[in-house]
């Protein structure tokens, strides 16, 4: 490989490579034969790990990918004149190619935010179109932890949505894909921005956090899916046959902190090169920085030749906008040389 090939990308915690760990776990799975879609030892500790986090009655379901995860759980949840109500931003809404209106056949209600993230008084207009039969009815909120900005819920604000949502007879999902991110950023435990707050449903995410695949549909009332979420995973094509290389991976994830390890260094990796470019004359960063992404403006020459050393994405092109992300793996020698070749980019361009 070259050297070129081998550098980190600052595109994507995506673009990561699997946690050793998570390696070995998947290795340590694969010794003899297991019965599948789910009925083996590693499936029952995994979901064990997940009780032992977020409380006992936890209904979890593993899932192949974030898009799965969240038309599953969310198809468990509405009838088809129903509606989720999320940020214009949500990966629900722009990148998930329509599947949870083509799956569930409800629909998506874009709700436009400042920053990415729902507040009461954004959800108010939207609940009163009307309840005859011409109008959908809302009946989920959904809301990314951390958003699709970089931004954070406060503790405080998932509870007031919360109150605000069951208080007019609807549900709350979280879809955490970053979830650890979130909770390593705020201090405190994916249960206490979740199920402590009065959150109904949790998509939690593994792939951004160093395995290989996977994702976990955690219901926190029972009730609200009976048995339907198997026959939805089902239909959805995310029942995995081979289940315990999913579980395992999550089994090792969650039974010490190797999600908080993962997701810290990620972070703090994250702030590191927040201190780096914001040295650098000719790059503005437009957003807080609160996770493991930045977003920043600059001049377009400089963002092309950056882009031919290290991959990122242009966020928004109008401005121009671009994100850079960390992950587990990202070193400190990663963020100097992605500083340098910044500097660089800039420089050249002036």
């Known amino acids: 490989m070259s050297a070129a090939a081998s550098r980190r990308s600052f595109a994507s915690d995506n673009a ?4 050793p760990e998570m390696l070995r776990a998947i290795e340590a799975a694969n010794d003899g034969d297991a019965t599948g879609y789910g009925a083996d030892a590693w499936t029952a500790s ?16 593993f899932t192949f990918n974030g898009t799965g995860a969240n038309v599953v759980a969310l198809s468990c949840l509405v009838k088809p004149w129903e509606a989720v109500l999320c940020p214009a931003s ?12 083509r799956f569930a056949g409800s629909k998506v209600i874009p709700v436009t935010t400042q920053d990415g993230k729902l507040r009461p008084g ?7 179109a009307g309840h005859e039969e011409h109008h959908p009815q809302p009946r989920v909120l959904s809301i990314s932890q951390s958003t699709e900005y970089g931004g954070l819920y406060e503790p405080q604000e998932i509870a007031a949505l919360c109150k605000f949502a ?6 709350v999902h979280v879809d955490g894909a970053r979830i650890a991110n979130a909770a390593a950023a705020l201090g405190t435990t994916p249960r206490a921005i979740t199920t402590d707050l009065g959150v109904d449903v949790l998509t939690f995410g593994g792939t951004k956090n160093g395995l290989l695949f996977g994702e976990a549909i955690c219901f926190f009332d029972s ?7 198997l026959f939805a995973r089902k239909q959805g094509m995310q029942l995995a046959s081979k289940m315990r290389y999913v579980a395992a991976q999550f089994d090792a994830l969650l039974a010490g902190e190797l999600w908080l390890q993962y997701a810290a260094h990620a972070n703090a990796m994250t702030r590191l090169l927040h201190d780096r470019v914001s040295q650098i004359d000719g790059v503005r960063v437009t957003r807080p920085v609160r996770c493991n992404a930045i977003f920043a403006t600059m001049d377009r020459a400089a963002i092309e030749r950056a882009r031919s050393q290290f991959f990122f994405y242009t966020f ?11 992950h587990w793996a990202t070193q400190p020698q990663d963020v100097d040389a992605f500083a340098e070749c910044l500097e660089h980019a800039v420089r050249s361009s002036t």
């Open 316 to 326: 928004d092109d109008a401005l121009p906008e671009v994100r850079w992300m960390t």
């Open 90 to 101: 949500a990966h629900l809404q722009t990148d998930e190619c329509g599947a949870f209106e």
């Open 166 to 171: 069951h208080g007019r007879g609807l549900l």
């Open 122 to 128: 954004d959800l108010e207009p939207h609940l009163r």
């Open 223 to 229: 009730s609200l899916v009976r048995d339907g979420a």
């Open 16 to 19: 990561a490579p699997v946690a």
């Open 46 to 61: 995994a979901v064990e790990r997940f009780r032992e986090h977020f409380g006992a009655a936890t209904s979890v379901y």
